[in-house]
């Protein structure tokens, strides 16, 4: 039986039930049922309405197979590259609050020496560090990581 239709039938869901949950239309459902051809994007569509992951509706010896194991890496990293920037901008929020409250206790309490400077150095080094991994390096070393693979890979 079609992956598809048997998911559905599985949750008891009607073909206009998982048409309105996809966002797809009943005919693109039937073709599908029918055993036509998805694409890529439609499937993407009704694994999310199933809360499954693409490469589970697609057929074994299919070319897309391929195709989503490589969409769902895709979707995996930028998963994560979206929580470590989300990590670092609350980590810069924090910041700043932070460190103008250490500023107004040092200038308050003992004016004479500035100690709030130790931390804002330190904490702002980190974020300094902490950014340029997450912004600049991060495409670099992945671009240098293909070249080596590569070179090592031609190598006889």
């Known amino acids: 039986m079609n ?3 048997s998911q ?4 008891a869901w009607s073909q206009e039930q998982l048409a309105e949950l996809s966002a797809l239309s009943v005919r693109t459902i039937q073709r ?3 055993g036509e051809r998805a694409s890529l994007e439609t499937l993407s569509a009704i694994a999310a309405a199933f809360g499954v ?3 589970t509706l697609m057929p074994e010896d299919s070319e897309q197979a391929a195709s989503g194991d490589s969409l769902a890496l895709r979707i995996s990293q930028a998963r ?5 920037e ?3 901008w609350r980590s810069l929020l924090l910041f700043v609050p932070v460190n103008i409250v250490l500023v107004v206790i040092n200038l308050w ?3 004479h020496t500035y100690w709030f400077i130790w931390p804002l150095l330190a904490w702002g080094g980190a974020l300094l560090v902490r950014s340029a991994r997450i912004f600049w390096l991060r495409d670099r070393w992945s671009r240098w990581e293909q070249e080596r693979l590569q070179k090592i890979l031609r190598k006889p």
């Open 109 to 111: 309490v003992n004016p």
């Open 32 to 34: 599908i049922e029918n």
């Open 80 to 84: 994560t590259q979206v929580e470590q």
């Open 53 to 55: 992951n693409v490469t």
């Open 8 to 11: 559905r039938l599985a949750r």
């Open 86 to 88: 989300s990590r670092f």
């Open 3 to 5: 992956t598809i239709k």
